[in-house]
């Protein structure tokens, strides 16, 4: 399917340049603000030079004008160079973080509750409510400690989060998706995980890593609805590692697609709940 790049990224709220042959073939209306007069057509600026010995993907930082940017560049085969600037230093906080605090909070005060109620209330105790509160309070507590992750992770800066180190990707692979498999059958999901790479080396941070590959999967499940089907499957393709992970759920429309990266869906929810 050929790339779409104005359906994708017009209504990104990042600055997305595809480079051809070092002329711009397309960039978002974030991308004119901060290159004011630049047209698709015209040579790329001087502040988007990538080494024509660069092994993609790529991130570098530079300035453009005042303002300190991280740039990130992919290979996107026939439609060129896919680069994407994010300013350096910007904040993390906002209504994301707002909406963590309250749900802190109400998962604090459930726990609470269900902790009272596993105190006996006189004569012989109810074996199977102490049971059923006792799995609500590890739940809950279970929440908190997720919900905790969520805050450290958001307050965390880049230099501090990314600490890459050898990795056996297939290895890495084999052990999440087993875990994976076991938690999808219990929820009455169909999993399934195919490759046929025994060992992967590769360098990468193996928690973010495993933040990602998760969130993907939760998605995924969201996708395919109950009883549904997915999966994931590992592949080495020109030289890299390819993680796929699919769902059998109906897909996103065109304009479910050009909501997801427009101001709309800018405040990125941080409710274990609501997916990432």
């Not at 998605?219 to 089907?229: D, I, L, P, R």
Request: glycine share 10%; proline share 5%.
């Amino acid at each position: 399917m050929e790339l779409d790049p104005a359906q994708l990224f017009d209504g990104f709220p990042e600055p997305v340049l595809l480079l051809e042959e070092g002329t711009v073939r397309y960039r978002n209306p974030a991308a004119g603000r901060v290159f004011p007069g630049l047209r698709e057509g015209d040579r790329a600026p001087e502040e988007l030079a990538v080494p024509t010995d660069a092994e993609f993907p790529i991130v570098c930082t530079g300035r453009v004008g005042a303002r300190s940017f991280r740039m990130s560049v992919q290979d996107v085969g026939r439609e060129g160079l896919l680069a994407v600037l994010r300013p350096e230093h910007e904040a993390a906080a906002g209504p994301g973080l707002e909406k963590l605090a309250l749900r802190l909070r109400q998962e604090t005060a459930g726990l609470a509750a269900s902790l009272q109620r596993l105190e006996p209330a006189g004569g012989e105790s109810d074996q199977k409510k102490r049971k059923k509160y006792l799995a609500a309070a590890n739940q809950g507590l279970y929440r908190l400690l997720r919900l905790a992750d969520h805050l450290e992770f958001a307050d965390a800066r880049d230099q501090d989060l990314y600490r890459p180190a050898p990795l056996d990707m297939a290895g890495f692979c084999r052990e999440l998706f087993r875990e994976v498999e076991s938690v999808c059958a219990m929820s009455g999901y169909r999993f399934s995980y195919e490759t046929e790479l025994v060992t992967l080396l590769t360098v990468g941070d193996e928690a973010l890593l495993r933040r990602l590959v998760l969130s993907l999967v939760s998605n995924a499940m969201k996708a395919a609805g109950a009883g549904g089907a997915l999966g994931a499957r590992l592949a080495k393709r020109r030289g890299r590692a390819v993680l796929t992970v699919w769902d059998r759920g109906k897909g996103l429309e065109a304009e479910d697609l050009a909501r997801l990266f427009g101001g709309e869906a800018r405040g990125v929810s941080m409710d274990p709940g609501e997916g990432l």
